[in-house]
């Protein structure tokens, strides 16, 4: 098989200007990803400056209301407070080594524009963020955020001004200056090799839980849930897991206010469960579209679940049966977000709320087994706004 | 008519060619129709004819601004070969798009519609040729030229893997970047071309920011046998101003750079 591909999915769908890039990129990857410098460098900033490893936390209270035993991965705990900052630490490392001078990132909620500025300051690499010029405004902390961190965010006006538009731009700026510039990705998308690189990167989520909750344990989880956006937090905490067939995956997608299409914008982001297999941003996968191939504006109530595409990879393992992608509405988050914020003293993020909010609808049903890993990605700070302008504010006098 | 034939007639005529780009459906197939026209009057040798796409991530904000305002008339594919078959004229058409679009419809399909609607040769810039063997199969079968891009980063090997596969012509990107803005021709692109010609005898066009007669002059006089401008014409129907009249002596006064 060829190694870009998973099954038809994945490729290198990108101008020529970038292909040498991308060979480059993957080249430069393979030398250094066993390189013993190259590793002990990324697992010093893993651990004092991200702050891993992160627990594997026993969630006694939702185990209790739920009758399963459910552990949560504690990404939220991360520096700058999800799973992004694995990804951009590794690549900022990777840039620096490769001689680049300059970073570029798209962002869509600021979570991996904020965790590639933590990075970019931290390694001493002239960064610049695009954002959708709605996004800019839906998120205006994390821009703030970004500008205090030394990035520089720039307000893409093109498209839809979200996400998407962000990563056309980006890939523009990567075209114009692909000498001196590494495009760091944010997710488990684009062409190869950034699925697989980003993958790698995250991928220490599932191995430090395969090891945890063998201590804890004694066995493997009967399944293990993740939202899914891109799907690399998914990917993260799957992949390890991959191997293990007794182990249920599931990739709980944004299912927005409902399920419904128009010619030009889904109310959703469900695109594993709902799209058809198309290129977008370099690479074939399940996209959102129309009957004409034109790409639809997506939605979710969490920012960083709002995009068209998914990651390659997921598509595959999806197509194969391997992973089961699911979704829940914008309503069904909000509650999770409340009940678990309430329950075990955790504000999650409004993404991993989707997973646990699947993990609150299918716990009795049995699906999910006795023991349940559930990938909390982020924490929610960053949410309260959107919390509360969703008018979803349970008490309080404000 | 084909591309080849065309590029054989300049060349009898010792002229360079003028590829020109407009986006179809903007603002409206009806102006597509006389903007045809009148690049052609003007001298136009190729029409490229882009079928706009919601993500057009090789293109400036020129052409992504033509894209929107194409897909909000109600450009479709669908429409899109509709105009074309009505377009009665004598000169290649070529149509510009990104590979979802021809995904989405079927590349069959698509590529049997080319034909039929008057399509001769196709450029999708976002598809390099390791790729590109389902489309390029279906094009050899239905006489479609697969035209693919070469830029200042592609090396020699990728180079010889593009030369192999390309029909047509061989659309050489003048700089590292996105269409439209400017070029500056110096003698970077001069050697580009020379280090293509030592390879191949298909006719090379030289594209992104040229929009004025001085570049096309030095382009063609360092070996190019055509030139392919978009954004500067995009530019003038995005003006709604005197477009017809516009688009035509933009493309006589590139058309003359292309004689001397
Ligand atoms: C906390 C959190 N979880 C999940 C995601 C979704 O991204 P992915 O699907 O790549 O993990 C984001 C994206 O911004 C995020 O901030």
């Known amino acids: ?398 | 008519m084909r591309i080849s034939d065309k590029f054989e007639e300049l060349k009898s005529r010792n002229e360079g060619a003028l590829i020109s780009y407009i986006c179809a459906g903007d603002p409206s197939t009806e102006l597509t129709k006389s903007a045809v026209k009148a690049l052609i009057k003007g001298g136009a040798d190729i029409i490229e004819l882009g079928l706009p796409f919601s993500d057009p991530c090789a293109d400036g904000p020129v052409i992504q601004s033509a894209t929107d305002r194409a897909i909000s008339a109600g450009m479709t594919p669908e429409r899109y070969f509709e105009l074309v078959s009505t377009l009665q004229v004598d000169v290649p058409l070529v149509c510009m798009t990104y590979y979802n679009i021809i995904y989405k419809r079927g590349i069959k399909k698509f590529i049997e519609d080319c034909s039929s609607s008057g399509i001769t040769g196709i450029i999708v810039p976002d598809l390099p040729v390791e790729e590109s063997d389902e489309l390029g199969l279906a094009c050899a079968k239905n006489k479609v030229d697969l035209i693919f891009l070469v830029a200042p980063t592609t090396n020699e090997n990728r180079l010889h893997k593009i030369l192999d596969k390309s029909t047509g012509f061989l659309y050489m990107v003048s700089r590292t970047g996105v269409t439209g803005g400017s070029t500056d021709i110096g003698t970077d692109i001069a050697d580009l071309l020379t280090g293509i010609k030592k390879c191949t005898d298909i006719p090379i066009a030289v594209g992104f920011g040229i929009s004025n007669r001085n570049q096309v002059a030095d382009i063609i006089s360092y070996g190019a046998e055509g030139v392919i401008a978009g954004s500067a014409f995009v530019d003038i129907i995005a003006s709604g101003k005197n477009v017809e009249h516009r688009l035509e002596s933009l493309a006589c006064d590139l058309k003359s750079g292309c004689r001397e």
């Open chain 1, 1 to 398: 098989m060829n190694k870009s591909k998973y099954g038809i999915y994945g490729g290198q769908y990108v101008p020529e200007i970038l292909m040498p890039a991308l060979q480059e990129l993957e080249d430069e990857y393979s030398r250094y990803r066993n390189d013993p410098q190259f590793q002990q460098d990324l697992n010093y900033y893993l651990r004092d400056f991200a702050g891993r490893e992160t627990p594997l936390y026993h969630a006694k209270n939702l185990s209790r209301k739920y009758k399963t035993k459910i552990y949560l991965k504690r990404e939220d705990l991360v520096h700058g407070g999800a799973h992004k900052l694995n990804n951009t630490l590794g690549q900022a490392l990777l840039a620096k080594y490769m001689g680049k001078k300059r970073i570029i990132a798209e962002t869509g909620a600021g979570q991996h524009g904020t965790a590639t500025s933590m990075a970019g300051a931290n390694l001493n690499l002239d960064t610049l963020i695009y954002m959708g010029a709605k996004d800019v405004v839906r998120q205006k902390m994390n821009v703030y955020r970004m500008e205090i961190l030394g990035a520089r965010v720039k307000a893409v006006e093109s498209g839809s001004k979200t996400l998407k538009d962000a990563i056309n731009e980006a890939l523009r700026d990567w075209v114009t200056n692909v000498d001196t510039t590494h495009y760091l990705i944010g997710s488990v998308v684009g062409p190869h090799p950034y699925p697989m690189i980003v993958r790698d990167f995250q991928s220490i989520i599932g191995k430090e839980v395969k090891e945890q909750i063998m201590q804890k344990e004694g066995r493997y989880p009967d399944s293990i849930i993740a939202c899914a956006g891109g799907g690399s937090n998914a990917m993260g905490i799957f992949y390890p897991f991959i191997e293990n067939k007794d182990v249920s995956m599931f990739a709980v997608e944004a299912g927005g206010s409902g399920m419904e299409l128009t010619s030009k914008a889904a109310l959703h982001s469900a695109s594993m469960c709902t799209g058809e297999v198309g290129v977008l941003h370099g690479a074939c996968t399940k996209v959102l579209q129309n009957q004409n191939g034109q790409i639809l504006e997506s939605h979710s109530i969490s920012a960083g679940l709002d995009y068209s595409g998914v990651g390659p990879e997921l598509a595959y393992l999806a197509d194969t049966g391997r992973i089961n992608p699911c979704h829940v509405s914008d309503e069904e988050a909000l509650n999770a977000f409340h009940e678990m914020s309430r329950l075990e003293g955790i504000i999650p993020a409004l993404e991993s709320s989707h997973a646990l909010a699947y993990v609150m609808i299918k716990a009795e049903s049995g699906e999910l087994g006795d023991l349940v890993v559930i990938n909390l990605s982020g924490r929610g700070d960053k949410d309260l706004e959107t919390v509360i302008k969703a008018g979803k504010w349970k008490g309080g006098n404000i």
